[in-house]
């Protein structure tokens, strides 16, 4: 299952994705990982950022997106647009799409640490973020039913 590890910054979304099969983590080449939504205030500039999102995570086959979440308030509180932008995510049918706070990340990478550093993923110092995330969400116990 490919996991979509998402962090929002201002007006664009940077994405990072990310599978787990037999305990190994893969990390999926993706065409575009930077998006901005060009004109937040447009409700058909907002539509068409939601379709190219939903067609990238149907193209690559993405079960599962999960949102680094913001605060509401206080110093480092996102912004309007951000929380249009995960709205829009939100509302992308063909995806189960989750919210993980700073806390939670945190206390999953504590029990379930990274195996490798971040700088041998070869991934872009900008998608840390996406990729911390995603890892978190991969790695998080969750119980059968």
Known sequence: MI??????????????L???????????DCRQTRHTLSNPNDSE????????????????KVK??????????????????GFKIEAAI????????????????KDILQHNPMPIPFKATGLRAFQEGAFTVAYAALSEYIPEA
Request: one cysteine or more.
């Open 3 to 16: 996991t979509c590890g998402i962090e929002i910054k201002g007006s664009e979304v940077i994405l990072c």
């Open 18 to 28: 990310l599978s787990k099969q037999d305990g190994l983590f893969q990390i999926a």
């Open 90 to 105: 939100q509302l992308i049918d063909t995806v189960e799409v989750d919210l993980f706070s700073g806390a939670k990340v």
């Open 45 to 60: 500039s907002v539509r068409k950022f939601q379709f190219m999102l939903k067609k990238l995570f149907e193209d690559y």
């Open 64 to 81: 599962r997106a999960v949102i680094r979440e913001r605060p509401t308030k206080g110093k480092f509180a996102g912004g309007a647009v």
